[in-house]
């Protein structure tokens, strides 16, 4: 029976491996080596959730990973002054505007389109957590192609604890501890926090010192899920 084991643990391992989730960035987005985009506009948000805030807060925790990453990144509140003189006041009427657009406007090189997925709270009296899910695309100006996609969710845990008292008492201690601390979490440290992961795994800028070593980098593959979600916005 034991080679019998050993011969199934080691076809297990194989399987494993071939099924691997790693891949370099430049297998998972040979574009934008090509490309090599210098200057990214980013669109407002599209917000997905019931949160009408969200967007919002969102937009504040974008530029700084971008431009940490290496790419001139337009101010967005330029880009939104500009886009509203256009008649573009929301992204979701963006989508059908072709991105070479932005170049003739702006002359930016790639185009970023985020969709907040998440931006929850779940509450059960002594159990709680707060979550955020934010999908990014990057598509070319030149082609009007997507050179890049990822996606990352954050989600931290806000139950309380009893504090050490049991029976009803503690009961009560752990449902005001939950509800204090999910109905003060700031939901912008989880989307830096998603970003973070998220621009990790776009191949460094011009701008970066690393730039045009990083092609063997290893990153989580993604599948493509933000050009679904971006196609279903068009047929609404």
């Known amino acids: ?52 805030d969200a967007k919002e807060y969102y ?34 009427t963006m989508l059908n505007v072709q991105p070479q657009k932005f170049k003739e406007y702006f002359g930016a090189d790639a185009v970023l389109y985020v969709t907040i997925e998440k931006w929850n709270t779940s509450y059960l009296i002594t159990a709680g957590s707060v979550t955020v899910k934010a999908a990014c695309e990057l598509r070319s100006t030149l082609t009007g192609e997507v050179i890049w ?28 501890s939950t509800a204090i601390k999910t109905a003060t979490q700031s939901y912008v440290p989880l989307a830096m926090q998603a970003n973070e992961a998220i621009f990790k795994a776009l191949p460094y800028g011009k701008y970066h010192k690393e730039f045009n070593q990083d092609h063997k980098m290893k990153i989580k593959k993604k599948d493509k899920k933000v050009e679904k979600t971006t196609d279903e916005s068009k047929k609404e």
């Open 59 to 92: 937009s504040t925790t974008v530029t700084e990973p971008l431009a940490n990453d290496g790419y001139y990144v337009f101010p967005m509140e330029i880009v939104n002054d500009v886009l509203q003189q256009e008649g573009l006041y929301d992204t979701e």
């Open 1 to 52: 029976m034991k080679p019998f084991i050993y011969v199934l643990v080691l076809l297990a391992v194989v399987l494993l491996t071939g099924c691997g989730t790693n891949i370099t960035k430049e297998e998972f987005a040979p574009k934008i080596y090509t490309e090599r985009p210098t200057s990214i506009l980013v669109l407002p948000p599209i917000n997905k959730t019931t949160a009408a």
């Open 149 to 176: 996609f990822y996606d990352d969710e954050v989600t931290i845990n806000t139950s309380g604890d009893s504090g050490g008292q049991g029976g009803l008492l503690g009961f009560i201690v752990s449902a005001v």
